[in-house]
């Protein structure tokens, strides 16, 4: 699977939009972008996925660059909650094992 | 509905010890994934099952670590002779099928001392 690159660490203020980049650049054309977060003491939680196309769901969006070398996960309104540590992966769809990364980690401040 | 569970929240245990560590997946979920993260640290990934069947155990750290699974249901995670390096925090996730979106368990915290 192909390596991701993220920030270590971000501070965003309450309410407003996180933005959480991911750098894929040796993502391959078969390899889906995973968006994973854990809050602390909690197991990981599924965000979004996708392949070339931006997703939105209840918790988030996905935006993933026209040549899918790096996407950003977005939280529209981030609320204190949203304190985690997000993990970006990409794999193939078939892959069994997810190689979770040092993730970055989101500090939502009042 | 229920998500995943695992038993124990806690375990202590002394060196050398057999642990026996718990995963309920949530039904009918046909695949099952067991990973470690260590104080600090990130995931990392250990076997994973397909039904009751472990293709691939490369993963596991070591002999001493096993892993079973009865049908499409409970998991149970084995350690021997426990060493203090496997402290760790144990997450058990499911997914419906085979490289679904994968949901957590909240973990087992083992302390070897």
């Known amino acids: 699977d192909a390596k991701t690159t993220q920030p270590t660490s971000m501070d965003c203020a309450e309410g407003r939009a996180a933005n959480l980049p991911c750098n894929h650049s040796t993502i391959s054309g078969n390899e889906y972008v995973y968006w994973y977060r854990q809050i602390h003491s909690q197991g990981p939680q599924y965000i979004i996925h996708?392949?070339?196309n931006n997703e939105t769901n209840e918790m988030a969006s996905l935006i993933i660059t026209e040549d899918r070398k790096s996407s950003t996960l977005i939280l529209p309104h981030a609320t204190l909650r949203d304190t985690a540590v997000y993990y970006c992966i990409v794999r193939v769809d078939r892959n069994n094992d997810m190689r979770f990364g040092a993730g970055t980690r989101l500090t939502v401040k009042p | 509905g229920a998500g995943v569970s695992q038993s124990p929240s806690n375990k202590v245990t002394e060196k050398g010890k057999d642990v026996e560590l718990r995963c309920d997946p949530i039904s009918g979920h046909t695949a099952l994934y067991w990973y470690r993260q260590r104080l600090g640290q990130g995931l990392e990934f250990l076997i994973y099952f397909q039904g009751n069947s472990a293709p691939d155990k490369s993963g596991l750290p070591s002999d001493r670590f096993s892993a079973e699974r009865t049908g499409e249901s409970v998991s149970t995670l084995t350690i021997q002779r426990t060493q203090q390096e496997d402290s760790a925090v144990y997450l058990c996730?499911?997914?419906?099928?085979?490289?679904?979106?994968?949901?957590f368990g909240p973990g087992t915290r083992l302390t070897v001392t």
């Open positions: 996708g392949l070339k």
């Open positions: 996730a499911s997914s419906f099928r085979l490289a679904y979106e994968q949901y």
